[in-house]
């Protein structure tokens, strides 16, 4: 067997590793070592666009334009090293013309490549789109001229001042790159016609003029607030290009003008210049230049100032940062491509076979920039090629397809089953293929989402010994599809059919957001969008909005329809403030609350104050939102300004930044990543402040290209987690190997085993290598998995480890106690466990003493296994009053004991069948009444009978032990006063070196058979036997044997001892040897049994008598008795009794006393027999 498990692991690793080949590391079949880039001439210049390959030859190279293959003319031709040669490049309309688009195709014998998209451009300028105009300024103010022009390349534009060109040699004027004339300071010199000339490699364009018209200052000028005349504008720009952002400044006297980020990051001085006075000129623009800048004039040595703010969006061109690999893959199986690219606008993905699109068809699908080929055939074999492309252009890699070809497949998985586990987990099942199961050496098991189009298809290998498993990472309430894959050596089955199952739903996984208004002093409007699907994890059946005042711990709380996004809220106080939180629901319940989001309503006022606008958020990116209003209908006239408040959740309200009336937008930057933020807006007017508008926002995480580019650490190793108490769980893991120092924490997630509601799942964070997790429910078992993050970077979970806690010490004491007396000196006590969730109950201790000794502080203890839930209480004085209690305990320790009930033992045996009565008065019912431990007339003559015979056969059995000269040893017992664990002086110790289970009290035992059952009966067990309730009208004592044969080793005695059950006794004596002529008659065995049963003292009841003891010693065996055993006359098995001469051969005897339970063997001497005078006690 393990020889065969060897073999199946081997195959399995050398699949695992034949999964993995991806071909040659460095793709050497075919490949380009020169593409044609993008390039720029003039009208009948000649142009060579490169295009070389290398590989195994030969090899075949062909040009595209625009798509489609061209053909070679004396004007258009193929060199020699596979570059196209364009003579005299054209610009003409249509077909004429030779821009365009090209790439080259290279091909063998292993397929073909395409090279990247070279962008052909004949030069042109177009007419200005924006001319110059004239415009009269003030003596010392600022002038400013602008033209815009289209052109390719773009143009340099230089400005002329009547009709010469301008000298920049002064700091009053600035020309910027982007077609802007600023003149500060104007002088009288200044006036006169301004125009622009733009050029480039193709031609040079005059703008019309524009007039500039000075006129005199006056003598007084007063002081002006700074104001930005002509601030800077959103810009997108491309990469390595220049950006220009401007910012000119008016304002007496001269304002200052700086630059800042709305994200407060450090503006690259290295890249960075300021032109003029306060134009910002980026050069060599990059990623990381991307953001909001903000323009500030601040007139000197004062607080006054105006800001000016736009985004500078940088676009790049597609940039690969995960590339296909060159895979091997058997017929039948499945390949699977992988390619990512960087670039702004996101790049769009393009899957190209041997230079040809990929179509998506059942059997290839394309997603998320993935290609999937499944049941791959040998038309397969190709080379693939990932082609990202965006409005900055395009970036190819390529990977090659082997198939290797094999016979003899494994037919496909049948009868494939589906069954839904939880919400985020479904079981499958399936036969093994009909043909060739025996050479399948794995499966693969294929799923995805059923709904939706390209939809990513994820694969999990198993081995090939089960046929089940468990797929555990699903969305809630979801259809998906599955289907399985067998595979051999070298080859793979045809897909199964496919089968689809739904998962269930799940809670939420987070509260909408809440939108509020106030369209009187009385009432808030709330309004929140749907969830998402993903945030829904399920149909939304319910909403619970709650709310109360800031002051009033109070919650009201409302529940509104599934289908609802708004509610108003009326008969609020005017001027309070409101906290409002909402929660959703599915079927399966209610999912987390939002935070408390506060609200005050307007004041009670006649007058006339601005309504609440409309307010709207959106995340400009993860640390930047934008903020939208309209103001409400009506109050547009009589809005002063605005006033906007935000802070982080949690966190304290910041003060309010006061926004111009006019103003209906607003960027707030600065902002962390996946954060929830609470965006406020009021407008004011001459009548005080309007009612507000509240919302919330969450900002997105921030993804940058070294995210994707760094690949996520691996997961903790070595996860272990011990049980340290009853609701904690130890944890410690390894870190894995790093090159570097860095600084890492860890999240830990717990959760019970089987949990169906994922928002009660636990997560944990830590700095350190180990965890306590507590607060967890006792004899629980918990699933654990710890994840590593490093320099925001997250690791996979580890593998799940699991742990149970420990159970916690009962804390009620065992329920339903009753003591109930059931003859002389003996009692029946009975109890059930207690009354709390996943107690365990290893044993239980029970306190009994008669009013007496409880004074004196003398309590008998009795112990008994966790499984029992019942005990007799022997020798018990009649005349008294006893109390009894009861405690459960287990490892973990002793919970508290019981009430104490009374038992009264009255002398004369007029107690019999009384109940048990509680301390606090309350008495139990008496159950005999309805006929339980009742005794009549009939009953009680067959137990003097009994007890009669039972006596006589004693006393004949102590004869012939006294006449064989058998010793006896004493039995002592032990006394135990509660609080003092030593026993009495002069007490003989036990027979035997066991402990003994129950600790007996000093009062001796005096009845010699009882029975210890369990669950409770209505019958009356004295020393002959157990004797039927009144309602029956006929009583019968039978005798049984059972017909087994039992073998034991030489020299040994089996014992069992018994429990009663009704209308069964049995009494055999067994000698191991042939069937003898002398057979020894019943009379005989049962004149021997007492004697030679003697010896067993290891009872639970007592360890004076041998009986009682031997009766009890497996009480666990009671409620199975009557199943046990058929009825038979008293007799002896066949050929199992012997006569003296044969036991004296030296063969071993076996005494057998049973009555339907547990069994005992003691070895005897070879040579002695249980009745031999010499044989020492048993």
């Known amino acids: 067997m393990a020889s065969s498990e060897k073999k199946i692991y081997q195959r399995l690793l050398v699949f695992a590793v034949f999964l993995s080949i991806s071909g040659v590391s460095c793709f050497s079949e075919l490949f380009f070592i020169k593409e044609p880039h993008d390039v720029t001439v003039t009208r009948r210049d000649c142009v060579v666009l490169d295009c070389q390959a290398r590989g195994e030859t030969p090899i075949a190279v062909t040009w595209l334009k625009n798509g489609l293959r061209i053909s070679e003319n004396e004007r258009v031709y193929l060199l020699s090293n596979g570059s196209l040669y364009i003579s005299e490049a054209e610009g003409r309309k249509a077909d004429k013309s030779d821009e365009g688009f090209y790439q080259c195709l290279a091909q063998n014998k292993y397929g073909a490549i395409l090279s990247q998209k070279a962008r052909l451009t004949i030069a042109s300028i177009s007419p200005f789109v924006i ?15 602008t033209c815009r022009i289209t052109a390719s390349p773009p143009p340099i534009i230089t400005w002329e001042f009547n009709r010469a060109t301008l000298p920049l040699s002064t700091q009053r004027i600035t020309a910027l790159p982007n077609g802007v004339l600023q003149i500060h300071g104007v002088e009288q010199g200044d006036a006169g016609n301004y125009r622009c000339v733009a050029t480039n490699i193709a031609s040079r364009r005059r703008s019309m003029e524009a007039a500039l018209i000075v006129n005199p200052a006056p003598a007084l000028q007063p002081p002006q607030q700074p104001r930005i005349v002509a601030g800077p504008q959103n810009l997108t720009t491309t990469l390595h290009q220049n950006a220009v952002l401007e910012c000119m400044a008016t304002g007496r006297p001269k304002p200052l003008v700086s630059w800042s980020r709305a994200d407060h990051k450090p503006i690259d001085v290295y890249n960075t210049r300021v032109l003029g006075n306060g134009n910002l000129i980026i050069s060599d623009v990059k990623p990381q230049h991307a953001g909001v800048y903000v323009c500030r004039a601040t007139t000197p040595g004062t607080r006054n100032y105006t800001i000016a703010a736009a985004n500078l969006t940088v676009l790049a061109p597609p940039s690969l940062v995960e590339w296909p690999e060159s895979l091997t893959r058997p017929r039948a199986g499945t390949a699977r491509f992988v390619c990512q690219a960087d670039g702004v606008p996101p790049p769009h993905i393009t899957w190209l076979k041997n230079g040809e699109r990929v179509h998506s068809n059942g059997r290839i699908k394309m997603y998320n920039s993935k290609l999937v080929i499944n049941q791959i055939i040998p038309e397969d074999d190709a080379i693939y090629q990932c082609l990202a492309e965006n409005e900055q252009g395009s970036v190819l890699s390529m990977a090659r397809l082997i198939v290797v070809m094999s016979e003899d497949r494994p037919s496909a998985p049948r009868n494939v089953r589906a069954e839904t586990v939880s919400s985020s987990a479904i079981l499958l099942a399936w036969d093994r293929p009909l043909y060739n199961s025996d050479k399948v050496i794995a499966y693969s098991v294929h799923y995805m989402k059923a709904e939706g189009l390209n939809n990513e298809e994820y694969q999990v290998v198993i081995g090939n010994d089960t046929t089940r498993y468990i ?18 050596p070298m080859g ?67 529940e509104l329809p599934g289908q609802a996004t708004q509610y108003v809220v009326e008969g609020l106080q005017p001027d309070t403030i409101y906290l409002l939180r909402i929660t959703a629901a599915t079927q399966v319940g209610w999912g987390e609350q939002s935070a408390w989001t506060s609200h005050r309503t307007p004041r009670a006022s006649s007058a006339k104050v601005p309504l609440a606008p409309e307010l709207h958020l959106e995340p400009l990116n993860c640390t930047t939102i934008v903020v939208h209003w309209r103001p409400s209908p009506g109050n547009a006239g009589m809005i002063q300004g605005y006033r906007l408040f935000y802070h982080e959740e949690g966190q304290p309200e910041s003060a309010p930044i006061q926004l111009p009336g006019r103003d209906t937008q607003r960027l707030i930057g600065g902002l962390d990543p996946r954060r929830k933020y609470h965006v406020k807006l009021l407008a004011h007017s001459s009548m005080g402040e309007g009612y507000q508008a509240d919302r919330t926002i969450s900002t997105p995480g921030c993804v940058s290209v070294r995210d994707r580019l760094v690949p996520p650490p691996p997961p903790p190793h070595h996860v272990y987690a011990q049980t340290n108490s009853s609701t904690s769980v130890h944890l410690r893991w390894g870190r894995p190997a790093f090159t570097t120092g860095q600084a890492v924490n860890y999240t830990v997630r717990c959760n019970p085993v089987g949990l169906q509601n994922a928002s009660l799942v636990l997560y944990l964070q830590t700095a350190n290598q180990s965890l306590q997790v507590s607060d967890l429910e006792p004899n629980t078992r918990y ?14 979970w580890s593998p799940v480890v699991y742990q149970t806690t420990l159970p916690s010490v009962p804390i009620q004491p065992p329920s339903a106690l009753k003591a109930t007396l059931i003859e002389d000196g003996m009692a029946l006590v009975s109890w059930k466990l207690p009354e709390e969730r996943n107690v365990i109950v290893t044993r239980y201790t029970i306190l009994y003493a008669s009013r007496k000794a409880w004074v004196a502080g003398e309590w008998q203890v009795l112990h008994k296994e966790g499984s ?71 009953s009680m003559t067959g137990i003097i009978v009994g007890v009669s015979i039972a006596l006589a056969c004693i006393i004949i059995c102590v004869l012939i032990l006294v006449y064989r000269g058998k010793a006896r040893n004493p039995l002592a017992t032990k006394i135990v006063r509660q609080g003092n664990n030593q026993a009495q002086r002069g007490t003989p110790p036990l027979a035997h070196d066991q402990q003994a289970q129950n600790v007996e009290a000093p009062t001796p035992v005096t009845g010699r058979h009882f029975v210890d059952a369990k669950g409770g009966s209505n019958l009356i067990i004295n020393s002959s036997g157990p004797v039927n309730p009144k309602s029956q009208s006929k009583k019968k004592w039978l005798f049984f044997g059972r017909e087994e044969k039992l073998n034991f080793g030489r020299g040994q005695v089996q014992r069992r001892t018994c429990s009663y059950q009704p209308g069964m006794t049995i009494l055999r004596y067994n000698e191991e040897a042939p069937s003898s002529p002398h057979p020894e008659s019943p009379l005989q065995i049962l004149l021997r049994c007492p004697g030679d049963t003697e010896g067993s003292q290891n009872s639970e009841g007592s360890h004076e008598t041998g009986d009682s003891g031997r009766y009890s ?10 199943s046990s055993s058929q009825p038979s006359p008293l007799g002896v098995e066949p050929g199992g009794d012997v006569g003296e001469d044969q036991a004296s051969v030296g063969e071993p005897t076996h005494l057998v006393v049973e009555m339907g339970c547990s069994v005992e063997t003691v070895n005897l001497p070879r040579g002695r027999t249980p009745d031999s005078p010499q044989s020492p006690p048993l």
């Open 783 to 796: 699933e654990f998995a710890v994840r590593l993050h490093v320099d925001q970077l997250s690791s996979p």
């Open 1113 to 1122: 010693h497996d009480e666990t065996e009671m409620t199975n008795l009557s």
């Open 868 to 938: 029992t839930t019942m005990a007799l209480l022997e020798n018990l004085e009649p005349g008294n009053i006893y109390l009894v209690k009861i405690s459960a305990s287990n490892q973990m320790g002793e919970g508290p004991f019981s009430t104490a009930v009374e038992l009264p033992v009255l002398p004369g045996g007029s107690s019999l069948g009384h109940n048990s009565k509680h301390l606090d008065g309350s008495a139990e019912a008496e159950e005999f009444s309805n006929g339980f431990y009742q005794l009549d007339e009939k």
């Open 131 to 145: 001319q110059p105009t004239s415009t009269a300024v003030t003596e010392g103010s600022v002038a400013r001229f």
């Open 492 to 558: 793979a089955s045809r897909m199964s059919d496919h089968i689809i199952q739904h998962t269930l739903e799940d809670v939420p996984l987070r509260a909408p957001e809440l939108s509020l208004t106030s369209r009187s002093p009385t009432d808030i409007q709330v309004s929140w969008q749907p969830l998402t699907a993903k945030l829904s994890r399920g149909l939304v059946s319910a909403y619970r909005l709650s709310f109360r005042t800031a002051a009033d711990a109070t919650v009201v709380s409302v």
């Open 471 to 488: 797929i555990d990472d699903l969305e809630p309430a979801n259809n998906y599809t599955f289907y399985i894959v067998a595979y051999m």
